[in-house]
T-cell receptor
Framework: DAGVTQSPTHLIKTRGQQVTLRCSPKSGHDTVSWYQQALGQGPQFIFQYYEEEERQRGNFPDRFSGHQFPNYSSELNVNALWLGDSALYLC??????????FGSGTRLTVV | GQQVMQIPQYQHVQEGEDFTTYCNSSTTLSNIQWYKQRPGGHPVFLIQLVKSGEVKKQKRLTFQFGEAKKNSSLHITATQTTDVGTYFCAGPAAGNKLTFGGGTRVLVKP
C-alpha cells in the first residue's frame, strides 16, 4: 500500500519562473491538502482539493494554484517565483478530511 | 484567524531526563493533533486527542488535551536520542484546514 508520494524531491528555479509540483495520495484517500513549510517554521496551509475542486484556501496569493485529477492526484503550480517561495512543499492526503498523511515533500529553492 | 502557539521553541534535554512542551490555541478546538518531524524529514502523525481532559500515552510519550480544549501538552520521560526532532501540534480551523504551531525543536545531549 503506497503512501503519499511527491515529485520531484528537490528543485532549483530562478526568480520569475514557474514550477509544478506533483502529489499522489495514499491509496483510498480522496482529499489532498498542500502546505508550505519555510525553514524553521511550522507548515502553513495553502489549499485543499476534494472532488477536483478547491475546497478551502489559506492566505496565499493567486500565484499559487492547483488542480486535482479524477484519480485524486494533485498538482501545485506557482507562477512568478520569488526568493521567498523557497521552502519545503508538503502534500497531505486524507479520506473525507480525516487524519492527514504527509508525503516526504518537495524542497524548492528559488535563486 | 485561529492561532496556535507552542512553547518552548527549543528544548535542550540531557539524555534520560524528562521534559514537557506546550501548545495553546486562540480558539476552542474540536481536536488536537501532534506530529513529529525528524531533521530533513516530513511531519509524521503521532496522535489525535478529541475529548476534554483526555490523556493518551504512547510508551514514553504522554499527551494531554486541556479541559477547555484550547491547550495541550506533550510530556516525554527518559528522553532518548531517538526523540530528536521537531514536535508540532495542529488544530482544525474553520472548513477543516489544519493550523500548525511553530513547533518545539528537541535536541538531546548524550
Amino acid at each position: 500500500d503506497a503512501g503519499v508520494t511527491q515529485s520531484p524531491t528537490h528543485l532549483i528555479k530562478t526568480r520569475g519562473q514557474q514550477v509544478t509540483l506533483r502529489c499522489s495520495p495514499k491509496s483510498g484517500h480522496d482529499t489532498v491538502s498542500w502546505y508550505q513549510q519555510a525553514l524553521g517554521q511550522g507548515p502553513q496551509f495553502i489549499f485543499q482539493y476534494y472532488e477536483e475542486e478547491e475546497r478551502q484556501r489559506g492566505n496565499f496569493p493567486d500565484r499559487f494554484s492547483g488542480h486535482q485529477f479524477p484519480n485524486y492526484s494533485s498538482e501545485l503550480n506557482v507562477n512568478a517565483l520569488w526568493l521567498g517561495d523557497s521552502a519545503l512543499y508538503l502534500c497531505a492526503s486524507s479520506l473525507a478530511g480525516g487524519l492527514r498523511y504527509f508525503g516526504s515533500g518537495t524542497r524548492l529553492t528559488v535563486v | 484567524g485561529q492561532q496556535v502557539m507552542q512553547i518552548p521553541q527549543y528544548q535542550h534535554v540531557q539524555e534520560g531526563e524528562d521534559f514537557t512542551t506546550y501548545c495553546n490555541s486562540s480558539t476552542t478546538l474540536s481536536n488536537i493533533q501532534w506530529y513529529k518531524q525528524r531533521p530533513g524529514g516530513h511531519p509524521v502523525f503521532l496522535i489525535q486527542l478529541v475529548k476534554s481532559g483526555e490523556v493518551k500515552k504512547q510508551k514514553r510519550l504522554t499527551f494531554q488535551f486541556g479541559e477547555a480544549k484550547k491547550n495541550s501538552s506533550l510530556h516525554i520521560t527518559a528522553t532518548q536520542t531517538t526523540d530528536v526532532g521537531t514536535y508540532f501540534c495542529a488544530g482544525p480551523a474553520a472548513g477543516n484546514k489544519l493550523t500548525f504551531g511553530g513547533g518545539t525543536r528537541v535536541l538531546v545531549k548524550p
